[in-house]
């Protein structure tokens, strides 16, 4: 399945790049982010995929924001540079994919709807957060919808996304 696919999208790439370590200062945080797969096509867009083994994450939480990894990556890539490829400019990011890579039949790839809004939501709820971050009266938060919010000694720590 993956040889067969691979051959066709091959038809219309410029060139593809793989496991890119990729950061970005913004509001004075570093970002960083390892990206799985970019592709340039002879149009000069992007693609940025991300390739699971698990079950891959609904729209509506891509949607919301729950699932934000790959709106994520187009932001560093756009404000930021790619390690060993400097010269190398993301701009017009024309795809978010995620590749489900089980094997046999069970292979799946879904394309994310609405990339340009997702995108800019992602940038926005970033610098909402690195806003607060960066507060000298409020500090660091692990989760900023407060009505879910826990105060205990240890709910900071946790991977709110999973709760």
Partial sequence: WFVKYEAELRENLQESFVELEAQAIINGVI???????????????????DYKTGT???????????????AVEAIVLSKGEIKNYSGLKISQIKN???????????????????????ILAADVGILKLLKIFNGEDVGYVCCPN??????????????????
Avoid at 56 to 70: N, T
Avoid at 147 to 163: A, M, N, P, Q
């Fill in 56 to 70: 891959l994450p609904a729209p509506k939480d891509i949607k919301s924001g729950l699932e934000p990894q790959l």
């Fill in 31 to 49: 970002l960083t982010t390892k990206i799985d797969r970019i592709n340039l096509y002879l149009d000069g867009s992007f693609e940025i995929i």
């Fill in 146 to 163: 407060f009505d879910i919010y826990k105060e205990d000694d240890y709910w900071h720590l946790g991977r709110v996304g999973e709760l």
């Fill in 96 to 118: 978010l994919q995620y590749q489900n890579l089980k094997g046999k039949d069970q292979n799946d790839v879904k394309n994310v709807s609405d990339v340009e809004e997702l």
